[in-house]
C-alpha cells in the first residue's frame, strides 16, 4: 500500500494499492502544494519498491521545465522532448503482458499546458497522443501501467471526445482552492459525508479533496515539507540504488 496522505478530519493515512488504483490525477493552481504532493508519493512509491522488491519503471515529462524531476528517472524529458517519451512510454505499454510484475508510471506535469501547446503546433499529433493516453487509462489497470497528469486545471477537452477517458482516474486529487469546472470534472455529484466542514474547508497549501476508486471523497492533507530540495535528492538518490 503507498500513503498519500492524512484524511484531515480522522487524522488517519489515506492508502492505496498501487497495483488495482494507479491512474491518477492531480490538479492544483499555482502555491497549491501540488508539486510537493507528487514528490512525496514519488517518495512513497519508490520506497514501496525497494521494501517488496518490486520493480518500478517512471517515465517523467516536465514540459514546463520546472526541474523538479531531474536525475529521479532515466526516462526524462522536457518541453517539446515529451512526445517523443510518451510514444516511447506507448510502445513499452503495448508491449507489456497482463499482470506484469513492473509497475510502469507515466508522469506528465503540466499536461493542460501541453496539450494546448502541441494543439497549437500540430494538431493532428495532439489527437494521436491524446489517444494514446486515453487508451493507456482505459487499459493500463490490468498491465500495471499508469498515467499521472497532473496540471493546474482539468476538463474533458484534453482528452477524445465521447468516451469518457476522464471517468478511468482512479485517484483524483484537488489541492488548494479549485475552479468550478475543475471541481466538477474531479469530483461531479461527490460530497463530503459531512457537509457543514465541507462548506468551511477551504484548503491551504498541501491540502485538498481527494477520491480513490471505491472510497467516499476525503479532505486530505500532505505532511509539512520544509525543504523541496531535500526531498528531490533523496529522489535521487533512492533512483540511483
Given at each position: 500500500?503507498?500513503?498519500?496522505g492524512y484524511n484531515k478530519i480522522t487524522e488517519k493515512p489515506i492508502k492505496v494499492d498501487i497495483f488495482a488504483t494507479g491512474q491518477l490525477c492531480c490538479v492544483g493552481g499555482?502555491?497549491?502544494?501540488?508539486?510537493?504532493?507528487?514528490?512525496?508519493?514519488?517518495?512513497?512509491?519508490?520506497?514501496?519498491?525497494?521494501?517488496?522488491?518490486?520493480?518500478?519503471?517512471?517515465?517523467?515529462?516536465?514540459?514546463?521545465?520546472?526541474?523538479?524531476?531531474?536525475?529521479?528517472?532515466?526516462?526524462?524529458?522536457?518541453?517539446?522532448?515529451?512526445?517523443?517519451?510518451?510514444?516511447?512510454?506507448?510502445?513499452?505499454?503495448?508491449?507489456?503482458?497482463?499482470?506484469?510484475?513492473?509497475?510502469?508510471?507515466?508522469?506528465?506535469?503540466?499536461?493542460?499546458?501541453?496539450?494546448?501547446?502541441?494543439?497549437?503546433?500540430?494538431?493532428?499529433?495532439?489527437?494521436?497522443?491524446?489517444?494514446?493516453?486515453?487508451n493507456v487509462l482505459m487499459m493500463g489497470r490490468s498491465r500495471h501501467c499508469f498515467v499521472w497528469c497532473v496540471q493546474q486545471r482539468i476538463s474533458a477537452s484534453l482528452f477524445?471526445?465521447?468516451?469518457?477517458?476522464?471517468?478511468?482516474?482512479?485517484?483524483?486529487?484537488?489541492?488548494?482552492?479549485?475552479?468550478?469546472?475543475?471541481?466538477?470534472?474531479?469530483?461531479?455529484?461527490?460530497?463530503?459525508?459531512?457537509?457543514?466542514?465541507?462548506?468551511?474547508?477551504?484548503?491551504?497549501?498541501?491540502?485538498?479533496?481527494?477520491?480513490?476508486?471505491?472510497?467516499?471523497?476525503?479532505?486530505?492533507?500532505?505532511?509539512?515539507?520544509?525543504?523541496?530540495?531535500?526531498?528531490?535528492?533523496?529522489?535521487?538518490?533512492?533512483?540511483?540504488?
Open positions: 500500500m503507498i500513503q498519500l499555482t502555491g497549491s502544494g501540488k508539486s510537493i504532493f507528487v514528490l512525496y508519493i514519488l517518495y512513497n512509491i519508490l520506497k514501496y519498491g525497494k521494501k517488496e522488491n518490486c520493480k518500478m519503471e517512471l517515465f517523467i515529462c516536465d514540459f514546463k521545465k520546472s526541474g523538479d524531476f531531474k536525475g529521479i528517472a532515466k526516462n526524462y524529458a522536457e518541453f517539446d522532448e515529451i512526445t517523443e517519451l510518451i510514444e516511447q512510454y506507448y510502445e513499452e505499454f503495448e508491449k507489456t503482458k497482463e499482470n506484469s510484475a513492473t509497475i510502469k508510471i507515466l508522469l506528465i506535469d503540466e499536461y493542460a499546458g501541453y496539450i494546448i501547446w502541441l494543439t497549437q503546433k500540430d494538431n493532428r499529433k495532439a489527437k494521436v497522443i491524446k489517444e494514446k493516453i486515453s477524445p471526445t465521447g468516451i469518457g477517458a476522464i471517468d478511468n482516474f482512479q485517484i483524483c486529487i484537488g489541492m488548494g482552492r479549485l475552479s468550478v469546472e475543475s471541481r466538477k470534472s474531479l469530483f461531479s455529484g461527490e460530497h463530503l459525508e459531512d457537509r457543514e466542514y465541507e462548506e468551511r474547508y477551504h484548503p491551504k497549501t498541501g491540502q485538498g479533496l481527494i477520491l480513490i476508486d471505491g472510497q467516499e471523497i476525503q479532505p486530505i492533507q500532505i505532511p509539512f515539507i520544509s525543504d523541496k530540495e531535500r526531498l528531490k535528492k533523496l529522489l535521487q538518490e533512492m533512483a540511483k540504488r
